[in-house]
């Protein structure tokens, strides 16, 4: 198991999905586009440390992770 590229996207997403961070979803019920788009700037974010997008989404389901992430967010 790759604990770097899980830790840094745990990292990433309590720094980067915030209230604060993001506008408000609303009454959103398919959160699949802001899920993508927030996946893209991890990987981005991850690729610029060495970090290799496969290294994050291999050892858990981070969609769920993410839209789960924003869901308390907003919650």
Avoid: C, Q, S
């Amino acid at each position: 198991m790759n604990e770097r590229g899980w830790n840094f996207a745990k990292e990433w997403v309590a720094a980067n999905v915030t209230r604060e961070g993001m506008a408000d979803p609303g009454e959103m019920t398919d959160l699949h586009p802001v899920v993508a788009g927030l996946k893209e700037r991890l990987f981005k974010d991850a690729m610029a440390r060495d970090i290799a997008p496969v290294e994050i989404e291999e050892y858990y389901d981070l969609d769920n992770y993410i839209a789960g992430a924003i869901k308390d967010a907003f919650a």
